[in-house]
Nanobody, 121 residues
Framework: QVQLVESGGGLVQPGGSLRLSCAAS????????MGWYRQAPGKQRERVAV???????NYADSVMGRFTVSRDSAKNTMYLQMNSLKPQDTAVYYC???????????????WGQGTQVTVSS
């Protein structure tokens, strides 16, 4: 199977920055799409940013211009650079990917365990 591990979360003041990382490991044949999702207490999980194998990105309106998603295919790692953070960005951030494990003929979806981001003064 494929495992996803997020890192980089923590406490930051409004206006600050954080950089999240998501590392994929396992017997991976290929990785297709990757993305970041977040879920605040009492709210539905929402898509923050996605990036496909060709590098095309899409962002939620609420983070457009502040967040940047990128990926390093050689490292099977995705990043989320978060700038100008706001209190409403506070949430657990989850890594998501579709990947083809070795031996499989189709893509499967995987989720990481999440990393907490708290924006507060």
């Amino acid at each position: 199977q494929v495992q996803l591990v997020e890192s980089g979360g923590g406490l930051v003041q409004p206006g600050g920055s954080l950089r999240l990382s998501c590392a994929a490991s396992g017997t991976i044949f290929s990785i297709a799409d990757m993305g970041w999702y977040r879920q605040a207490p009492g709210k539905q999980r929402e898509r923050v940013a996605v990036i496909n194998s060709g590098g095309r990105t899409n962002y939620a309106d609420s983070v457009m211009g502040r967040f940047t998603v990128s990926r390093d295919s050689a490292k099977n790692t995705m990043y989320l650079q978060m700038n100008s953070l706001k209190p409403q960005d506070t949430a657990v951030y989850y890594c998501w990917t579709t990947a083809r494990p070795v031996g499989a003929t189709f893509l499967l979806a995987y989720w990481g365990q999440g990393t907490q981001v708290t924006v507060s003064s």
